[in-house]
């Protein structure tokens, strides 16, 4: 279970299972995996991706193993947090699910979404989720609570689109940020209501560590957001294809270890359910428009991964303001009351930022730190891929984008950003969103529906 874990960063369960199939025949002791070929080893977990960090923190672990606790993976949470590489959930998974001990409770994103959900925590950081359900729920149910609730999330609160309807909750939960057309019920969840899941072990949340010079640095990527794969995060066939080889860099790799690492210490909007967010909404096969922004809103609450757009119950920013005032002077549209853009982008407008994170209340503090490049990337897959697209560049930032862009094919749309310093100075009376709409009438396209629903 320890070397599945492991293995499990960054990679679907299946695959794994498909590896450990045959790994675990050749390799059944720690001392087997601490004196494997590195090279030999390396090229059997290459299938689970970042195989040689993987490679790496295997023997090192399994080397702790054998020269510390006699070649056993130790019982305590201690222990097993002492071994470099091993956190705080990866050692609730071994203890939970191996050896049945109440150590703590599992928290990785599924758990963390399910628990804001019903209202059980509001906490972000996952050893704040821990305790806080550590305190709720009565510890003889802490193994299973764990993984149970993974599979609940999985399955059925998933973070895109829960299935409110079936959900054994209803009645009870508060489904806290859910959109649903679905009753909302009004009572907090009891913790022995909780335990109704049915028991159920599957999900192994892995913990990576990263290794440099042959050492192994104490840097756990064991935020909430390392359980899930960038792949498991683009549900869009299109964009799976499209960042296949993006997605591989080593740069994405520490980018996204930048990241769960800044989330352990700071609140990180927004949330990591919700980074790619407008690569789940708009496939890029649907593209039909890009709007660039540049950095997330960086208050609470605010930024759920569409560029300029905020969730419903959040006060628009200055520049959605700015837009909804343009977009009523140019098309008469009775602004709506929220700033959810929800409609926009599933009707095929890429809402993109060019830094999709940010640390709460200092405004771009996540540039140049990979983002750029990964977003540079998509836009240039946008304007491979796509016969015809109409890219918006609001302000000089996004402007500079348009080297990106084979204007040849697509239409490209400037002018001043919306923001209150500049919207006076050429974005007020740009009329952008009629300019869309005759570009993609001239294409032959599908014009857009600018109105947002009313609630
Ligand atoms: S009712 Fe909806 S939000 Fe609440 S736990 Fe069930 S699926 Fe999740």
């Known amino acids: 279970m320890l070397v599945a874990t492991i293995l499990a960063a960054q990679c679907t369960d299946?695959?794994?299972?498909?590896?450990?199939?045959?790994?675990?025949?050749?390799?059944?002791?720690?001392?087997?995996?601490?004196?494997?070929?590195?090279?030999?080893?390396?090229?059997?977990?290459?299938?689970?991706?970042?195989?040689?960090?993987?490679?790496?923190?295997?023997?090192?672990?399994?080397?702790?193993?054998?020269?510390?606790?006699?070649?056993?993976?130790?019982?305590?949470?201690?222990?097993?947090?002492?071994?470099?590489?091993?956190?705080?959930?990866?050692?609730?998974?071994?203890?939970?699910?191996?050896?049945?001990?109440?150590?703590?409770?599992?928290?990785?994103?599924?758990?963390?979404?399910?628990?804001?959900?019903?209202?059980?925590?509001?906490?972000?950081?996952?050893?704040?989720?821990?305790?806080?359900?550590?305190?709720?729920?009565?510890?003889?149910?802490?193994?299973?609570?764990?993984?149970?609730?993974?599979?609940?999330?999985?399955?059925?609160?998933?973070?895109?689109?829960?299935?409110?309807?079936?959900?054994?909750?209803?009645?009870?939960?508060?489904?806290?940020?859910?959109?649903?057309?679905?009753?909302?019920?009004?009572?907090?969840?009891?913790?022995?209501?909780?335990?109704?899941?049915?028991?159920?072990?599957?999900?192994?949340?892995?913990?990576?560590?990263?290794?440099?010079?042959?050492?192994?640095?104490?840097?756990?990527?064991?935020?909430?957001?390392?359980s899930s794969s960038a792949i498991d995060l683009f549900h869009s066939q299109s964009w799976k294809t499209a960042l296949k080889d993006e997605i591989q860099k080593p740069y994405f790799r520490e980018l996204l270890e930048f990241v769960n690492l800044e989330r352990q210490t700071q609140a990180v909007f927004p949330p990591p359910a919700e980074m790619f967010t407008a690569l789940e909404l708009t496939p890029i096969d649907r593209v039909k428009v890009v709007i660039l922004g540049q950095d997330p809103y960086h208050d609470e609450g605010q930024a759920h991964g569409l560029s300029f757009s905020v969730k419903r119950g959040v006060k628009l920013p200055p520049s959605l303001r700015n837009i909804f005032t343009e977009l009523a002077q140019e098309l008469n549209i009775v602004p709506a009351k929220h700033g959810d853009l929800t409609h926009w982008a599933r009707q095929g407008v890429l809402l993109l930022n060019a830094v999709l994170t940010v640390r709460a209340h200092q405004p771009n503090s996540h540039k140049d730190k990979g983002w750029e490049r990964f977003t540079d990337a998509i836009i240039q897959a946008v304007s491979q891929q796509q016969p015809h697209v109409v890219f918006v560049l609001w302000g000089r930032y996004a402007q500079q984008k348009a080297k990106l862009i084979d204007d040849q094919k697509h239409t490209i749309i400037k002018s001043a950003h919306p923001s209150p310093l500049s919207a006076s100075n050429g974005f007020f009376g740009s009329r952008p969103f009629s300019k869309i709409n005759d570009a993609l009438n001239q294409a032959q396209q599908t014009e857009l529906d600018w109105s947002l629903p009313a609630s």
């Open 14 to 226: 299946e695959r794994v299972n498909e590896v450990t199939a045959t790994l675990f025949q050749k390799y059944q002791t720690p001392q087997d995996f601490a004196k494997a070929d590195t090279a030999t080893l390396a090229a059997e977990l290459k299938p689970t991706g970042f195989y040689q960090q993987k490679t790496q923190t295997v023997q090192m672990v399994c080397q702790t193993l054998v020269e510390r606790f006699g070649g056993k993976v130790p019982h305590t949470m201690e222990e097993l947090t002492s071994i470099p590489g091993i956190a705080r959930k990866t050692a609730n998974v071994v203890l939970n699910c191996c050896f049945n001990i109440p150590s703590g409770i599992i928290v990785d994103t599924h758990v963390a979404r399910v628990s804001q959900r019903l209202g059980l925590s509001e906490a972000r950081n996952p050893d704040r989720i821990e305790r806080d359900l550590m305190d709720l729920v009565p510890s003889d149910a802490w193994t299973f609570w764990g993984p149970a609730v993974v599979m609940h999330g999985r399955y059925t609160c998933k973070a895109k689109l829960p299935e409110c309807d079936r959900c054994i909750f209803l009645d009870f939960c508060p489904q806290n940020g859910v959109e649903t057309s679905s009753t909302k019920p009004k009572a907090m969840t009891p913790p022995e209501e909780i335990s109704s899941l049915t028991r159920s072990i599957e999900n192994q949340i892995p913990s990576t560590s990263i290794s440099q010079g042959g050492k192994i640095q104490h840097k756990v990527a064991d935020s909430v957001s390392s």
